[in-house]
């Protein structure tokens, strides 16, 4: 992942957005892109500051406390397929991606296998 341009780069642009340059004029004098200048501009009347955002973090799991019970005890009771999960979630009011229920039941080491006889053609 690229690298964020650095504070100094940022508030030069500002200062010179300030003083009544044009975005153009000011991404060509500091070789950035105008959509750069464009965006700092942005976030600078949004948030007082031009300073990037945090990139990453921990974002925590959906699908943990009585929600996680529930699909557990679920999973186990009869055959499921990932996509009735998530429409079942859905309805119990928790609206989920369908990656987050096949995670969480590969955590659990669930899954519902097919049979073998189930198989394509017949073996003739």
């Not at 341009?5 to 991404?27: F, K, P, Q, W």
Request: glycine letters at 10%.
């Amino acid at each position: 992942m690229a690298r964020p341009y650095s504070n100094d780069l940022r508030e030069r642009a500002m200062a010179r957005v300030a003083a009544g340059e044009t975005i153009r004029v000011v991404a060509a004098a500091l070789q950035i892109s105008a959509s750069c200048v464009s965006k700092w501009s942005g976030r600078l009347r949004l948030t007082g500051s031009a300073s990037p955002g945090r990139i990453g973090g921990y974002k925590p799991r959906v699908l943990s406390g009585a929600h996680a019970d529930w699909l557990r005890q679920r999973m186990r009771e009869r055959p499921f397929t990932l996509r009735g999960l998530t429409a079942e979630l859905a309805e119990r009011g928790l609206r989920v991606d369908y990656r987050a229920v096949w995670e969480f039941a590969h955590r659990e080491g669930l899954s519902f296998k097919k049979n073998r006889r189930c198989g394509g053609a017949d073996p003739a």
